[in-house]
């Protein structure tokens, strides 16, 4: 009844092209967790509980001091970096 209702009002057309666009991502996302080592949805939700288990016994205080230790790390490595790639400028002119 619903089916024969959308399409007598012209909605069967867009039904149509949404239940696509489900479809397509679905498939993009079952390959994205394909790739990612997740066995579907199944895989999603286990990976999901055992990072649940391993962050239950983290405090909220925990994982922002680590936050702040990891972004201090990236801002350092930055600075080397930059530093590594000004001194291969200056060994190519001394060249």
């Known amino acids: 009844m ?3 209702l959308a399409n007598s ?3 069967g057309d867009e039904l149509a092209r949404e239940i696509a666009a489900i479809g397509r991502f679905a498939d993009d996302l079952r ?3 394909s790739s990612a080592g997740v066995d579907g949805l199944a895989g999603a939700l286990a990976t999901h509980a ?3 288990a391993v962050l239950d016994g983290l405090s909220a ?3 922002a001091e680590m936050a ?7 801002t350092g490595l930055t600075q080397i970096a930059e530093r590594l790639e000004q001194l291969r400028r200056v060994k190519i002119a001394v060249e």
Not at 68 to 74: H, K, S
């Open 68 to 74: 702040t230790t990891i972004a201090a790390l990236v």
């Open 31 to 33: 390959a994205r967790m």
């Open 50 to 52: 055992r990072l649940d």
């Open 9 to 11: 009002s012209g909605i």
């Open 61 to 63: 205080n925990e994982l």
């Open 2 to 4: 619903w089916l024969a």
